[in-house]
């Protein structure tokens, strides 16, 4: 019976310690920001990595986002004759919801696994223990740098994701009727106001944040050997994943308190 | 002579497993102590103790007089600073090339004005003396084991140590190989004057340069002394180890 109940609170204790782990280790990247070296060099190499490598994937998929949310809602509109409200409907869902969490999750997978893989193998061949017998603290160097880069990097993504979803959302309209980019633009951005844009980009911030970390974290604390490499990539995408749609969560719950 | 290291009653374990019981030792300067003993007996982690990659359970440790377990994360830093550390498998930084590997703490380092000049005069010397002047703009996944190995004795040596720790130097390498690392080891800490502590499994390697080999059975110093003492030696496991 006791070895039932141990089996069962097992995940939940596991959970637990992970998050433990987790704040622990955000605390400490967070204090190399306070000490020199800030580490600009390697800082912008991996902000650089992060955007350039990830840019086709949201690029395309940007588009087929707007492209295809378009053609799916636009027969139910003209069904009630509400055609005209389409390119609104599309920029508010797509710039408050849809583009950050799927330009995120985009990012989870691609940087954030990559962070798990890359970290976890350099400490599997003990580049990490090198680094830090060299005089270089590695929370500074690889972490706190991949972090930095993502927090930034991913709102850049998420802009670029919106503005392409909204251009495949004009080719989806265009395809069944003749507007002006002009017109299309101007419907598209009256329903959005200052309350829309604000906590979208700082959610797409905590976003970047928290795929940087989870991601270095994973890496950092994997186990050794190879088969590890591939746990802390896997584990990364899982939790950096899980993580984006709670603070969607709780950062629109907090968006409804404040603007009602 | 004077102690670089000093170790008193050194204890460390893992969970359940007590892995290093009461070790003592002391290293002088210019001395070469070689640590021999089966794999996963506690070597590695004995040196990763010392240069504070691991937190020992008890005891302490001095390096220059000074005991490390009391110093913070930066004062640990300039003490490490003075220690070079070969790894097992080389640790080199597989995302930048040779002279970068080398570039990568001269950058971080104290000891020199960071002038262009007077880093690429560090490592083209550094380079000469392993021998891979010629392979500076190469990436490690492009060097043999032999070429990684020195590779990973230059970038100890760039920061002038004065003591290298050494994690089986000739591991995985073949025996013409294992003897060019070996000559190496002898002519930096001649050059160099460093003293060193060298875990290996090799006899050639700890007959050509140890001062004294210390033999580590389950968490203990169970036999010390000279090559030709350990030899002679009528205890059957030592004489089984180097015969």
Not at chain 1, 200 to 214: E, M, N, P, S, Y
Not at chain 1, 230 to 257: K, P, R, W
Not at chain 2, 78 to 105: C, H, T, W
């Given at each position: 019976m006791i070895k039932e109940i141990n089996n069962s609170i097992s995940p939940v204790k596991e959970l637990f310690i992970e998050i433990g782990g987790l704040s622990i280790f955000t605390v400490q990247v967070l204090r190399q920001l306070l000490h020199r070296p800030y580490e600009h060099k390697e800082m912008l190499k991996q902000a650089y990595y992060a955007g350039n490598k990830t840019l086709p994937l949201i690029a395309v998929t940007g588009f087929i986002m707007g492209l295809v949310l378009t053609l799916q809602i636009r027969p139910v509109l003209v069904d009630i004759g509400s055609e005209s409200i389409l390119p609104g409907m599309i920029s508010v869902s797509i710039i408050r919801e849809i583009g950050p969490v799927i330009a995120a999750l985009l990012c989870a997978g691609k940087i954030g696994s990559g962070y798990g893989a890359e970290i976890s193998s350099m400490k599997v061949t003990e580049q990490l223990d090198a680094m830090e017998v060299s005089g270089t603290n590695p929370l500074s160097y690889v972490v706190m740098t991949r972090v930095v880069a993502t927090t930034l990097m991913v709102p850049v993504l998420v802009l670029v994701a919106d503005a392409i979803a909204i251009l495949g959302s004009y080719i989806a309209v265009n395809m069944n009727t003749d507007i002006s980019l002009r017109l299309f633009l101007t419907?598209?951005?009256?329903?959005?106001?200052?309350?829309?844009?604000?906590?979208?980009?700082?959610?797409?911030?905590?976003?970047?944040?928290?795929?940087?970390?989870?991601?270095?974290?994973?890496?950092?604390?994997?186990?050794?050997?190879?088969?590890?490499?591939?746990?802390?990539?896997?584990?990364?995408?899982?939790?950096?994943?899980?993580?984006?749609?709670?603070?969607?969560?709780?950062?629109?719950?907090?968006?409804?308190?404040?603007y009602g | 002579m004077d102690e670089v290291i000093r170790i008193k009653n050194l204890y460390k374990s893992f969970e359940d497993n007590e892995v290093l019981k009461d070790i003592s030792l002391s290293l002088r300067k210019g001395e070469n102590i070689v640590v021999m003993g089966r794999s996963g007996?506690?070597?590695?982690?004995?040196?990763?103790?010392?240069?504070?990659?691991?937190?020992?359970?008890?005891?302490?440790?001095?390096?220059?007089?000074?005991?490390?377990?009391?110093?913070?994360?930066?004062?640990?830093?300039?003490?490490?600073?003075?220690?070079?550390?070969?790894?097992?498998?080389?640790?080199?930084?597989?995302?930048?090339?040779?002279?970068?590997?080398?570039?990568?703490?001269l950058l971080r380092s104290r000891f020199l004005e960071k002038t262009d000049k007077n880093i690429n005069r560090v490592i083209d010397e550094v380079l000469e003396n392993v021998g891979l002047l010629n392979a500076k703009n190469k990436m490690p996944s492009e060097l043999s084991g032999g070429m990684q190995k020195r590779l990973g004795l230059a970038r100890t040596l760039v920061l002038r140590p004065q003591i290298i720790l050494y994690d089986e130097p000739t591991t995985g390498l073949d025996p013409v190989t294992s003897g060019e690392i070996i000559d190496l080891m002898i002519s930096v800490q001649k050059k160099y004057n460093t003293s060193s502590i060298i875990i290996t499994h090799d006899l050639k390697c700890a007959k050509m340069t140890a001062n004294n080999i210390k033999l580590l059975k389950n968490g203990v110093f169970y036999a010390e002394g000279t090559y030709e003492e350990m030899k002679k030696n009528s205890n059957k496991e030592i004489a089984e180890y180097f015969n």
């Open positions: 419907q598209a951005y009256r329903p959005l106001s200052f309350r829309d844009l604000l906590p979208a980009t700082i959610k797409t911030v905590i976003f970047g944040f928290v795929i940087g970390l989870i991601g270095s974290y994973k890496g950092y604390y994997s186990k050794r050997g190879t088969e590890a490499v591939g746990s802390a990539a896997n584990e990364a995408v899982v939790y950096a994943s899980l993580a984006i749609f709670v603070i969607d969560l709780v950062v629109v719950q907090i968006t409804e308190l404040l | 007996i506690g070597k590695s982690v004995l040196i990763k103790c010392i240069v504070g990659l691991l937190n020992h359970d008890s005891g302490t440790i001095e390096i220059f007089n000074t005991d490390i377990s009391t110093l913070g994360y930066r004062q640990l830093d300039s003490i490490r600073k003075r220690i070079g550390f070969l790894f097992q498998g080389s640790a080199l930084y597989d995302s930048m090339n040779v002279r970068e590997n080398l570039e990568f703490p």
